[in-house]
């Protein structure tokens, strides 16, 4: 089993900058990579930044690039994984889900897709307006 805990996300001008935590637990944990996928009102959920289990690979959509920044802290059995997300705009809304992939790797070019995911955290809303 393993279990993810999100925190963070709310609402932010365009411009502006957010970061969500998952903190991840469990004994399967060191089997999987873990990310962030987002899904907008009525569109299908899509991939965002994913980080291989032992930390030395990313990957990122090509639409997140550059504005976002996947890290991890190992503490003790938890891992917790962080988003930092800057120059956000309106087309970033949406509610942002922390996943364990069903991989231990994650590295480009090609995203995990979503049913590739193993768990899912419980979601966090994010709001960029004006």
């Known amino acids: 089993q393993l279990q993810l805990v999100e925190s963070g996300g709310g609402s932010v001008h365009p411009g502006g900058s957010l970061r969500l935590s998952c903190a991840a637990s469990?004994?399967?944990?060191?089997?999987?990579?873990l990310g962030w996928y987002r899904q907008a009102p009525g569109k299908e959920r899509e991939g965002v930044s994913c980080?291989?289990?032992?930390?030395?690979?990313?990957?990122?959509e090509d639409f997140v690039k550059d504005r976002f920044i996947i890290s991890r802290v190992k503490t003790g059995d938890t891992v917790t994984v962080y988003l930092q997300m800057n120059n956000l705009t309106p087309e970033d809304t949406g509610i942002y889900y922390c996943?364990?992939?069903?991989?231990?790797?994650?590295?480009?070019?090609?995203?995990?897709?979503?049913?590739?995911?193993?768990?899912w955290g419980q979601g966090t809303q994010i709001t960029v307006s004006s």
């Open positions: 996943a364990a992939i069903r991989f231990d790797t994650c590295v480009e070019p090609t995203f995990p897709a979503s049913f590739l995911v193993g768990y």
């Open positions: 469990g004994d399967i944990l060191p089997h999987y990579a």
């Open positions: 980080i291989s289990a032992s930390g030395s690979g990313t990957n990122y």
